[in-house]
């Protein structure tokens, strides 16, 4: 967690096989992902997702304020 412009950044990463954000959206399996923007959307935060062979990256920035 770290702090960019005032906003909290979560960031989470790992060096797996990676995945296609729409392709895994779109399986019935997908209930943590569905979450997670949901969840985000509630409290005005954006995420991010990029996944490539390499790894997956995810993140999330959120405002603190309550005026923003």
Known sequence: M??????????VEDD???FEKEEAMSK???LGMSLV?????QVE???EVTSNEAGTRWK???DPRPDH
């Open 2 to 11: 770290s702090s960019d412009n005032g906003n909290v950044v979560l960031l």
């Open 16 to 18: 797996g096989a990676g």
């Open 28 to 30: 019935s399996g997908s």
């Open 37 to 41: 923007d949901d969840l985000a959307s």
């Open 45 to 47: 935060a954006t995420t």
């Open 60 to 62: 999330l920035t959120l």
